[in-house]
Nanobody
């Protein structure tokens, strides 16, 4: 199982960016997909997560600005980030909880992608 992330870059405050992550390989199903971020000198934190039923949860700091969505047919998750702030600068990593067999569900990480918000 692999997670391939895309998106990220350098933007100004107030701008928007979209991150995408696609899961590939052999697996039964994806239970949840989400995005975490780690800013310099800080611990990694959950940004947004969406589970198979469509329920979502967000970090308080991004509520109302970020939207997570999932395409179950394509095994992808997208994070639309609007009104970006300086404090959103971080390495963003995709995470998925994937059922790979009838008895095994495990977490997988994609490569990080850097989001820099700078004036």
């Amino acid at each position: 199982v692999q997670l391939q992330a895309s998106g990220g870059g350098v933007v100004q405050p107030g701008d928007s960016l979209r991150l995408s992550c696609a899961a590939s390989g052999r697996f039964f199903s994806i239970t949840a997909m989400g995005w975490y971020r780690q800013a310099p000198g800080k611990q990694r934190e959950l940004v947004a997560r969406i589970i198979s039923g469509g329920n979502t949860n967000y970090a308080d700091s991004v509520k109302g600005r970020f939207t997570i969505s999932r395409d179950n047919a394509k095994n992808t998750v997208t994070l639309q980030m609007n009104d970006l702030k300086l404090e959103d600068t971080a390495v963003y990593s995709c995470n998925a909880l994937i059922r790979t067999s009838t008895t095994l569900t495990a977490g997988y990480w994609g490569q990080g992608t850097l989001v820099t918000v700078s004036s």
